[in-house]
């Protein structure tokens, strides 16, 4: 019986191994809720950034690329409403990681 676990277990982290990891940029100023967010997506098996200001994400999301963005759209600075944060954010199709 603890041999089948332990057997599962460890081909469920080889199987989690050769899957690809996907990159989640959180942007939000609220602490509680992006560490909340980032705990639960790492404990997924994401590889997660976060950001607490529009401008910080543009810089982030253009150097890193990430495969979804979670986008607070109140935030300080340069809110996720913003003009300029969409077009700071979006890279052409097949340019991210696709």
Known sequence: ???D???KKKKKKQKQK???TYRILIVEDDLTLLETLEYNL???GYKV???MDGLGAIEVARAEKPDLIVLDVMLPGLDGFAKSVGEGLAYPR???NT
Do not use: N
Request: charged share 20%.
């Open 1 to 3: 019986m603890v041999d």
């Open 5 to 7: 676990y332990m057997a």
């Open 42 to 44: 790492v404990e997924s």
């Open 18 to 20: 050769k899957q690809k």
């Open 94 to 96: 097949g340019q991210g």
């Open 49 to 51: 950034q976060t950001v």
